[in-house]
């Protein structure tokens, strides 16, 4: 399968997330979904990684401190804050703020000395953040002087930044994605089991809400890191990154198909958002001297999060 397809496919499903994903929380609490998506796709994810990258397990198992850490942020923690955020606002709202996650990626890891930036950098940064700030206050600025946000919306954000941190644990792991993925959510899993338990667990009430959970582990939870695991490798990173912001894109979609056509708010935070980032990243930059350094732009390609 071609490349791009796979990449088209993996943002697809990621997409499904935020749509079936709010319909899932209103039978289903935040931390039973977690708990049920990631159990439910723990055995299948370690299968894949074996039949993909055959890495050797003892080396990845040795790491399980940093993987159990990066887990609970990654795996539990942006879950819960994803499917919490949901219960509180739209789909194409979730989606808009987490297309900001790859310019908090570049800002931290040009903080932590990973990275540098320069000023077309930053002007897609700023760019991006006007864009999430337009959806915040849904047009109205001067909710910024009274911190009167949507709940679901700051939440995003506290997984944006949760999937910062987590990506650039991320980066110095060293181990092959799939297998370190994959024994990421076999640990929360663990770890998330006596907390559901001690907090009760939710089943899911009907075969609509069983169908739904199923889609989020096959498709979002398995699918999409199978496609874009076997595709990263064969396209340049800066295509593989600037392909994450087709989630926005088929979210926004999707939810009109379904008869929930975006505001012009919406809209044009998403386009300001969806345009910083590509203007971060150096999209349609030419190569050589004239580039300002080969730097400048790679903290944002090399940490763009493989999913959601």
Do not use: H
């Not at 049920?36 to 074996?50: F, S, Y």
């Not at 995003?156 to 910062?164: C, D, I, R, S």
């Not at 926004?252 to 969806?274: N, S």
């Amino acid at each position: 399968m071609p490349a791009l397809l796979l990449l088209v496919l993996a943002t697809l499903f990621w997409a499904g997330n935020y749509l079936v994903g709010e319909r899932v929380v209103a039978t289903l609490d935040p931390l039973s979904l977690t708990w049920w998506r990631w159990t439910m796709a723990a055995v299948p994810l370690v299968v894949l990684a074996q039949l993909v990258e055959r890495p050797d397990w003892r080396r990845v198992l040795a790491r399980w401190r940093v993987l159990l850490l990066a887990g609970v942020l990654g795996v539990g923690g942006y879950g819960l804050l994803l499917y919490a955020a949901l219960e509180r606002t739209s789909a194409v709202n979730a989606s808009i703020v987490n297309a900001l996650n790859p310019a908090a990626i570049v800002v931290a890891a040009v903080l932590l000395g990973q990275a540098s930036a320069g000023r077309r950098t930053w002007v897609g940064v700023a760019a991006g953040l006007a864009g999430v700030l337009l959806v915040l206050t849904r047009g109205e600025v001067g909710r910024l002087l009274t911190l009167s946000f949507n709940g679901g919306d700051v939440l995003m954000l506290g997984a944006v930044t949760v999937w910062t941190a987590y990506t650039l644990i991320g980066r110095r792991l060293g181990l092959p994605v799939l297998a370190a993925t994959a024994v990421q959510v076999v640990l929360t899993a663990i770890l998330l089991t006596p907390v559901v338990l001690l907090t009760g667990l939710t089943v899911p009430p009907d075969r609509g809400a069983w169908g739904a959970v199923l889609f989020i582990v096959v498709f979002p939870s398995i699918g999409s890191y199978l496609c874009w695991n076997l595709a990263i490798g064969r396209v340049p990173p800066g295509v593989a990154g600037t392909s994450m912001n087709l989630v926005t894109v088929f979210t926004v979609v999707i939810a009109a198909l379904l008869g929930r056509p975006p505001t012009l708010v919406q809209l044009v935070g998403g386009a300001l958002v969806i345009g910083g980032v590509l203007l971060a990243s150096g999209v349609g930059r030419r190569k050589g001297p004239a580039a300002g350094g080969a730097r400048e732009a790679a903290g944002l390609r090399d940490v763009i999060p493989p999913g959601v």
